[in-house]
């Protein structure tokens, strides 16, 4: 890999922007809205927001998806999952999984599960 490509992708990769483009994508996907540019400027506007602690950060699943969603990985009704399963629910969502600070025998417990995702 040339050093020209090697300094872009570790750019994006410090700032984060392919999952932002990820995000903004299933955001854009998930509402359908009639005029898209608005549309992400305005949740642009409430990442920037968020980020100052002003607003909220634009989400794509509220507390009953996430349920929902760990149900389905908790099929025994355990009461929590794997820390790979919970790693997989990551990547299958688009969101990074690299600062986990799990461990492969933690249990991830519904409540962990809503606030970090």
Same mark, same amino acid.
Do not use: W
């Given at each position: 890999?040339a050093? $020209?490509? !090697?300094?872009? !992708?570790?750019?994006?990769?410090? %700032?984060?922007?392919?999952?932002?483009? %990820?995000? +903004?994508?299933?955001?854009?996907?998930? %509402?359908r809205?009639?005029?898209? !540019?608005?549309?992400? *400027?305005?949740?642009? &506007?409430?990442?920037?927001?968020?980020?100052r602690?002003?607003?909220?950060?634009?989400?794509?699943?509220?507390?009953?998806?996430?349920?929902?969603m760990?149900?389905?990985?908790?099929?025994? $009704?355990?009461?929590? *999952?794997?820390?790979?399963?919970?790693? &997989?629910?990551?990547k299958?969502?688009? +969101?990074?999984?690299?600062?986990?600070?799990f $461990?492969?025998?933690?249990? *991830?417990?519904?409540?962990?599960?809503?606030? &970090?995702?």
């Amino acid at each position: 890999m040339a050093a $020209g490509e !090697r300094q872009c !992708r570790d750019y994006l990769e410090r %700032h984060r922007i392919p999952e932002l483009l %990820h995000r +903004l994508g299933a955001l854009l996907l998930y %509402h359908r809205p009639e005029r898209p !540019r608005a549309f992400l *400027i305005q949740a642009l &506007e409430r990442v920037k927001a968020g980020k100052r602690a002003e607003g909220e950060y634009p989400y794509l699943m509220d507390e009953a998806n996430l349920a929902a969603m760990f149900q389905l990985l908790d099929v025994v $009704g355990q009461g929590h *999952i794997t820390a790979a399963q919970y790693r &997989e629910a990551l990547k299958t969502l688009g +969101l990074s999984t690299e600062d986990l600070q799990f $461990g492969d025998d933690a249990n *991830i417990t519904l409540d962990v599960f809503t606030e &970090e995702v």
